[in-house]
């Protein structure tokens, strides 16, 4: 089955430094999607994209979707303490699977004021 | 739009009884909902597909008569945990599909299920 390679695990950084992080796979992806989880909170979406090179921002975040197919990176910018959470990627090969998302593993995004 | 609720959000049951969870699309119909499982600092585990209408596909490993599973309609599917013991104790998290060209998939905020 589909894997996703998350990267990095996790990090450690000083409000206000620029954020970025990535996801990987051995399977091509129709559809990538990034969301951020907060302690005993489900997911939220933060970002879809869908086509290949697409590059999407929502504020201060912005994804893209890797022209392979096979990964996306996910930058934060001028990091504030609120960001503090897990970040998910998942993909999803569309009309497949019952559009079923592959998630990474998460990275754990401490941001210290 | 796109919300997802879940009713309990926590629950603590004694070993041997059943709990069941809640998940409902509040202002979308979702033939299609996703029931995962998540340990404490590990990603989410999809432990299901519920289809509205029809019996659920579970995931290779995940025991079909212990975690029963019901879509009776296009904003509700339920999980029952079954003679629930305290490995089942986890964080389960249900999502929610739009119907349509969009595969965006919203979550419920979670039940935290603890048996003792």
């Known amino acids: 089955g589909q894997q996703l390679n998350q990267s990095p695990q996790s990090m450690f950084i000083q409000e206000g430094e620029d954020v970025s992080m990535n996801c990987t796979s051995s399977?091509?992806?129709?559809?990538w999607l990034w969301y951020k989880q907060e302690p005993g909170e489900g997911p939220v979406l933060l970002i879809a994209?869908?086509?290949?090179?697409e590059l999407t921002s929502n504020g201060r975040l912005t994804a893209q979707f890797g022209i392979t197919r096979k990964d996306s990176f996910l930058n934060i910018s001028a990091s504030i303490p609120s960001d503090v959470g897990i970040y998910f990627c998942a993909g999803q090969i569309v009309n497949t699977n019952a559009g079923k998302s592959t998630f990474g593993d998460g990275t754990t995004l401490t941001v210290k004021p | 739009g796109a919300v997802v609720s879940q009713h309990p959000s926590w629950v603590i049951c004694k070993s041997g009884t059943s709990v069941k969870i809640e998940c409902r699309s509040l202002d979308f119909q979702a033939t299609t909902m996703f029931w995962y499982r998540q340990f404490p600092k590990q990603s989410l585990m999809l432990m299901a597909t519920s289809n509205e209408g029809s019996k659920a596909t579970y995931e290779q490993g995940v025991e079909k008569d212990k975690f029963l599973i019901n879509h009776a309609s296009l904003t509700l599917s339920t999980l029952t945990v079954t003679s629930a013991h305290p490995e089942d104790s986890s964080f389960y998290i249900c999502?929610?599909?739009?119907?349509?060209?969009?595969?965006?998939?919203?979550f419920g905020p979670g039940t935290r299920l603890t048996v003792t």
């Open positions: 999502s929610a599909r739009e119907p349509g060209g969009s595969y965006e998939q919203y």
């Open positions: 399977s091509i992806f129709n559809t």
């Open positions: 994209l869908y086509k290949a090179g």
